[in-house]
Protein backbone atom coordinates (compact mmCIF):
# COMPACT_ATOMS: atom_id res chain seq x y z
CA UNK A 1 0.00 0.00 0.00
CA UNK A 2 1.49 3.32 -1.11
CA UNK A 3 0.91 6.62 0.81
CA UNK A 4 0.93 9.92 -1.14
CA UNK A 5 2.49 12.74 0.99
CA UNK A 6 0.72 15.50 1.28
CA UNK A 7 3.25 18.51 -0.23
CA UNK A 8 2.51 22.08 0.58
CA UNK A 9 1.42 24.74 -1.95
CA UNK A 10 2.32 28.08 -1.58
CA UNK A 11 0.67 30.73 -4.23
CA UNK A 12 2.71 33.64 -4.96
CA UNK A 13 0.30 37.13 -6.05
CA UNK A 14 2.10 39.87 -7.83
CA UNK A 15 -0.45 42.93 -7.43
CA UNK A 16 -0.78 46.39 -8.60
CA UNK A 17 -2.16 49.27 -6.73
CA UNK A 18 -2.11 53.00 -6.92
CA UNK A 19 0.94 54.38 -4.11
CA UNK A 20 -1.65 56.46 -2.59
CA UNK A 21 -3.72 53.69 -1.35
CA UNK A 22 -1.49 51.68 0.26
CA UNK A 23 -3.26 51.56 3.63
CA UNK A 24 -6.13 50.38 1.87
CA UNK A 25 -4.44 47.81 0.76
CA UNK A 26 -2.47 46.47 4.02
CA UNK A 27 -5.89 46.78 5.27
CA UNK A 28 -6.97 44.21 2.44
CA UNK A 29 -4.70 42.03 2.56
CA UNK A 30 -5.06 41.66 6.44
CA UNK A 31 -8.93 40.89 5.62
CA UNK A 32 -7.78 38.21 3.50
CA UNK A 33 -5.02 37.17 5.83
CA UNK A 34 -7.88 36.93 8.45
CA UNK A 35 -10.14 35.14 6.44
CA UNK A 36 -7.93 32.31 5.27
CA UNK A 37 -6.75 31.75 8.44
CA UNK A 38 -10.12 30.01 9.23
CA UNK A 39 -9.85 27.60 6.75
CA UNK A 40 -7.90 24.00 7.22
CA UNK A 41 -4.84 23.81 6.36
CA UNK A 42 -3.78 27.66 6.35
CA UNK A 43 -0.08 27.39 7.03
CA UNK A 44 0.48 31.43 6.33
CA UNK A 45 0.59 34.45 4.18
CA UNK A 46 2.76 37.69 3.94
CA UNK A 47 2.95 40.27 1.74
CA UNK A 48 5.93 42.99 0.66
CA UNK A 49 5.62 46.29 -1.34
CA UNK A 50 8.19 46.28 -4.30
CA UNK A 51 10.01 49.68 -2.70
CA UNK A 52 8.59 52.65 -0.88
CA UNK A 53 6.04 54.21 -2.96
CA UNK A 54 6.32 51.21 -5.52
CA UNK A 55 2.73 50.65 -6.69
CA UNK A 56 3.53 47.10 -7.08
CA UNK A 57 2.84 44.39 -4.09
CA UNK A 58 3.82 41.00 -3.88
CA UNK A 59 1.86 38.47 -2.14
CA UNK A 60 2.34 34.53 -0.70
CA UNK A 61 -0.42 32.57 1.20
CA UNK A 62 0.93 28.66 2.00
CA UNK A 63 -1.57 25.79 2.36
CA UNK A 64 -1.25 22.22 3.80
CA UNK A 65 -1.73 20.71 0.18
CA UNK A 66 -3.86 21.26 -3.26
CA UNK A 67 -6.89 19.78 -1.82
CA UNK A 68 -7.09 22.44 0.63
CA UNK A 69 -5.80 25.34 -1.71
CA UNK A 70 -8.60 24.34 -3.40
CA UNK A 71 -11.04 24.42 -0.83
CA UNK A 72 -9.82 28.24 -0.39
CA UNK A 73 -9.68 29.63 -3.54
CA UNK A 74 -13.04 28.30 -4.28
CA UNK A 75 -14.85 29.25 -1.24
CA UNK A 76 -17.48 32.21 -1.15
CA UNK A 77 -15.52 34.22 1.44
CA UNK A 78 -12.13 34.56 -1.25
CA UNK A 79 -14.60 35.43 -4.11
CA UNK A 80 -16.15 38.40 -1.76
CA UNK A 81 -12.30 39.10 -0.86
CA UNK A 82 -11.03 39.60 -4.10
CA UNK A 83 -14.27 41.16 -5.03
CA UNK A 84 -14.17 43.54 -2.27
CA UNK A 85 -11.19 45.53 -3.86
CA UNK A 86 -12.64 45.60 -7.50
CA UNK A 87 -11.12 49.11 -8.99
CA UNK A 88 -8.10 49.52 -6.25
CA UNK A 89 -6.33 46.52 -6.96
CA UNK A 90 -5.06 45.00 -10.11
CA UNK A 91 -3.83 41.11 -10.36
CA UNK A 92 -1.22 40.30 -12.65
CA UNK A 93 0.41 37.54 -12.05
CA UNK A 94 0.09 34.17 -9.87
CA UNK A 95 2.76 31.48 -9.49
CA UNK A 96 2.28 28.36 -7.49
CA UNK A 97 5.30 26.63 -5.74
CA UNK A 98 5.63 23.40 -4.29
CA UNK A 99 7.57 22.19 -0.92
CA UNK A 100 9.77 24.60 0.90
CA UNK A 101 11.22 26.56 -1.96
CA UNK A 102 7.99 28.79 -2.33
CA UNK A 103 8.89 30.64 0.62
CA UNK A 104 12.71 31.33 0.04
CA UNK A 105 14.15 29.44 -2.42
CA UNK A 106 13.68 29.57 -6.29
CA UNK A 107 11.03 26.68 -6.91
CA UNK A 108 12.19 23.42 -7.91
CA UNK A 109 8.60 22.85 -9.79
CA UNK A 110 6.40 25.74 -10.60
CA UNK A 111 3.70 26.77 -12.77
CA UNK A 112 2.53 30.49 -13.60
CA UNK A 113 -0.69 31.53 -14.86
CA UNK A 114 -2.33 34.31 -16.00
CA UNK A 115 -4.82 35.98 -13.58
CA UNK A 116 -8.76 36.31 -15.01
CA UNK A 117 -9.92 40.02 -14.15
CA UNK A 118 -12.75 39.70 -11.46
CA UNK A 119 -16.16 39.75 -13.39
CA UNK A 120 -17.46 43.34 -13.31
CA UNK A 121 -20.99 42.85 -10.28
CA UNK A 122 -24.02 41.43 -11.83
CA UNK A 123 -26.14 45.18 -11.72
CA UNK A 124 -23.15 46.46 -14.21
CA UNK A 125 -23.28 43.77 -16.44
CA UNK A 126 -27.64 43.93 -16.72
CA UNK A 127 -27.05 47.72 -17.09
CA UNK A 128 -24.67 47.30 -19.88
CA UNK A 129 -26.68 44.80 -21.74
CA UNK A 130 -29.93 47.22 -21.20
CA UNK A 131 -27.85 50.05 -23.04
CA UNK A 132 -26.73 47.66 -25.94
CA UNK A 133 -30.09 46.23 -26.49
CA UNK A 134 -32.54 48.99 -25.39
CA UNK A 135 -31.65 50.57 -28.75
CA UNK A 136 -31.64 47.70 -30.38
CA UNK A 137 -34.81 46.53 -29.62
CA UNK A 138 -36.69 49.88 -29.94
CA UNK A 139 -34.86 49.99 -33.45
CA UNK A 140 -35.98 46.82 -34.63
CA UNK A 141 -39.44 46.60 -33.06
CA UNK A 142 -40.61 50.25 -35.00
CA UNK A 143 -38.89 48.36 -38.29
CA UNK A 144 -40.78 45.39 -37.93
CA UNK A 145 -44.32 46.95 -37.28
CA UNK A 146 -44.39 49.70 -40.13
CA UNK A 147 -42.41 47.47 -42.64
CA UNK A 148 -44.01 43.48 -41.27
CA UNK A 149 -47.67 45.18 -40.05
CA UNK A 150 -49.36 42.15 -41.21
CA UNK A 151 -46.89 38.97 -40.15
CA UNK A 152 -48.55 37.58 -36.98
CA UNK A 153 -46.98 38.47 -34.16
CA UNK A 154 -45.03 35.59 -33.06
CA UNK A 155 -44.05 35.38 -36.41
CA UNK A 156 -42.25 38.93 -36.03
CA UNK A 157 -41.00 38.29 -32.68
CA UNK A 158 -39.31 35.48 -33.45
CA UNK A 159 -37.63 37.15 -37.09
CA UNK A 160 -36.75 40.13 -34.58
CA UNK A 161 -34.57 37.24 -32.28
CA UNK A 162 -33.25 35.74 -35.11
CA UNK A 163 -31.77 39.15 -36.24
CA UNK A 164 -30.80 40.49 -32.71
CA UNK A 165 -29.08 37.69 -31.08
CA UNK A 166 -25.97 37.56 -33.45
CA UNK A 167 -25.90 41.36 -33.59
CA UNK A 168 -26.09 42.02 -29.98
CA UNK A 169 -24.11 38.92 -29.48
CA UNK A 170 -21.14 39.64 -32.14
CA UNK A 171 -21.19 43.11 -33.25
CA UNK A 172 -23.06 45.73 -30.14
CA UNK A 173 -22.31 43.44 -26.84
CA UNK A 174 -18.77 43.78 -27.86
CA UNK A 175 -18.35 47.19 -28.91
CA UNK A 176 -20.30 48.47 -25.66
CA UNK A 177 -18.48 46.13 -23.18
CA UNK A 178 -15.08 48.01 -24.54
CA UNK A 179 -16.50 51.40 -24.56
CA UNK A 180 -17.67 50.83 -20.68
CA UNK A 181 -14.40 48.87 -19.02
CA UNK A 182 -13.23 50.87 -17.20
CA UNK A 183 -17.06 51.63 -15.77
CA UNK A 184 -17.52 47.62 -15.36
CA UNK A 185 -14.00 47.13 -13.56
CA UNK A 186 -14.33 50.29 -11.27
CA UNK A 187 -11.38 52.14 -12.39
CA UNK A 188 -11.51 56.03 -13.42
CA UNK A 189 -13.02 57.46 -16.20
CA UNK A 190 -10.81 58.13 -19.46
CA UNK A 191 -11.34 61.27 -20.24
CA UNK A 192 -10.44 62.03 -16.59
CA UNK A 193 -6.65 60.64 -16.54
Do not use: N
Not at 75 to 82: D, K
Amino acid sequence: MSMTLAVPVTVAIARRVDPGRASEMVAWMRAGTALAEAFPGFLGAGWVQSGPGSAEWHMLYRFADAETLRRWEESPQRHWWLSSAQGIVEHTRVERRTGIEGWFDPPLEHSVEPVAPASPPRWKQAVTIWLAFFPLSLSATLLTSHFLAAVPLAARVLLMTLCLTPLMTYLVLPRITRALHWWLHGQPAPWRD
